[in-house]
């Protein structure tokens, strides 16, 4: 299984300072040197916690300028959330960063998050899977066929064409995905399916959600083993007790332990045949608590 990190932009969940570029540039770098699979970015705008309200930078500028700062790492949205742009501009966006980074990109895309973000900003929040299952739609066709022309309920193109094509091609599309509606999304379009939790990573959390994904495969006449899997843990390895002090006050149940119990729980996880484990630091974690993790990837290979 191969092992990603996920880094956080958000103010300090904990204690309110935001992350500089120069540190995340500097995370990045000890990322892709410590040999990690993939790294990958949210993409939120407000979080209203009890702690106050905490802000992300926005995921594609970060996205574009970690592409334009690393080699050879992959580099993934987890995940851009559908509501926040138009598919024209998530499918600009995506060849954008996938030429930048010479073909080292994952488009991810979600139906949304915590609603609080979209009542602030003045997202609507009715019918989310089904504005999803259309965006997700006319995304893979501009990424793919390079043109498409829809009309639908709440999304539509006209004779839109993707013009210039990335060099390496265009990026792989990732779903995330848990309900029915936006699984059966992930089973017609995604090459890759994937989930996060933040208050359960015991496999049998992930198993339903892989079974329903096979099942909507089959019913779209795909072969299940052609959508890769993946999932994403909040997890730390010894970790200073008030990191995790803080992410509990989050509502957050991160997977903490040393490091054989950590690798138990995830092996568990790849059993089911997941394919790849996108780790989420606890808040407030530094380059420390990343090289405690490095050992993982050699244990779940």
Not at 43 to 58: I, N, Q, S, T
């Amino acid at each position: 299984m191969d092992v990603g990190i996920a880094l956080w932009t958000a103010d300090e969940l904990v204690e309110g300072r935001p992350p500089s570029w120069p540190e995340i540039a500097t995370l990045a770098a000890l990322v892709e040197d410590l040999g990690f699979a993939s790294l990958w970015f949210p993409d939120h705008l407000l979080w209203k916690l009890p702690v106050g309200p905490r802000g992300f930078l926005e995921h594609a500028t970060v996205l574009g300028a970690v592409a334009a700062t690393t080699d050879e790492i992959t580099i993934g949205s987890a995940v851009m959330c559908s509501s926040f742009r138009s598919p024209g501009i998530a499918a600009k966006i995506a060849d954008t960063t996938q030429e930048v980074s010479g073909g080292r990109y994952v488009l991810g895309l979600g139906a949304g998050g915590p609603r609080g973000e979209y009542e602030a900003f003045g997202y609507p929040t009715d019918h989310l899977g089904s504005r999803f299952a259309e965006y997700v739609e006319i995304v893979a066709s501009l990424l793919r066929d390079r043109t498409a022309s829809f009309e639908g309920r709440f999304h539509s193109v006209s004779d839109a064409v993707m013009t210039p094509t990335p060099e390496s091609g265009p990026s792989p599309i990732l779903v995330a995905a848990r309900g029915l509606r936006t699984i059966e999304t992930a089973a017609r379009f995604a090459d890759e399916w994937n989930w996060y939790t933040i208050d359960d990573v015991r496999a049998g959390y992930f198993a339903p959600f892989i079974e329903m994904l096979d099942e909507a495969c089959e019913r779209f006449g795909r072969d299940p083993a052609d959508v890769r899997r993946s999932v994403d843990v909040m997890v730390a390895v010894e970790p200073a007790a008030g990191l995790v002090e803080g992410a509990e006050s989050l509502g957050m149940s991160p997977l903490v332990g040393d490091l054989d119990h950590v690798a138990g729980v995830l092996d568990e996880i790849g059993g089911l045949g997941v394919e790849e484990v996108h780790l989420y630091p606890l808040p407030g974690s530094g380059a420390a608590e990343i090289e405690a993790l490095a050992p993982l990837i050699d244990r779940l290979a």
